[in-house]
């Protein structure tokens, strides 16, 4: 599984079967296939998280999920 934090509206995208293909935002449509793809196992540093609001809390939990239930 992989993800990526879409360049232009900042939304999560995550995919699994992409890698070397079209990878297309789900949110904004835009191409982000050449968008470094980040490792959800990690925090994530972005500008966010000083606001004392980390956008990525919700995704981290939903990888979780998806790794206790086996992959
Ligand atoms: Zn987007």
Redesign the pocket.
């Known amino acids: 599984m992989l993800m990526k934090t ?6 999560a ?1 995550f995919s699994s079967t992409t890698l070397g293909g079209p990878w297309l ?6 191409d ?1 296939t050449h968008t470094p793809v980040e490792s959800p196992h990690r925090p994530v540093q972005t500008g966010e998280a000083a606001n004392g609001k980390n956008p990525f809390d919700s995704v981290r939990k939903f990888f979780r999920k998806l790794i206790k239930a086996g992959s």
């Open positions: 879409c360049p232009y509206c900042q939304n995208s935002c789900p949110s904004c449509g835009e982000i």
